[in-house]
């Protein structure tokens, strides 16, 4: 790691892409683990498609999670800022929270 204590881009997308395998993997052992205990037979090919489906959702969904926040900050910033309410997270990371 840099003196600076930060990480380089390209690292960041070794972390980035290394996540998503190992989540692309983690899915797929999951369903050929647990679907077998609902009653559903699948084929390796099948958990892999199925695997592949949620890996992309789950990359979308990480996306619209990003927009929420932008328009939470945004929300935030213009009507209750104005109003006395302050920003804070709560102890143990459990959170963001709004103070007046």
Not at 54 to 82: D, G, I, N, Q
Request: with cysteine; charged share 15%.
């Amino acid at each position: 790691m840099p003196a600076n204590g930060r990480q380089s881009r390209f690292m960041s997308l070794v972390e980035a892409v290394a996540n998503v395998f190992v989540g692309y993997g983690v899915a797929v052992l999951t369903q050929i683990l647990i679907f077998p205990t609902f009653g559903l037979h699948t084929t390796l090919e099948q958990n892999l498609k199925i695997g592949a489906i949620f890996t992309v959702l789950c990359r979308a969904r990480h996306k619209t999670v990003y927009a929420e926040r932008r328009v939470m900050w945004s929300l935030w910033r213009r009507v209750l800022a104005p109003q006395g309410f302050v920003a804070g997270v709560t102890p143990h990371n459990s959170g963001c929270c709004l103070f007046r």
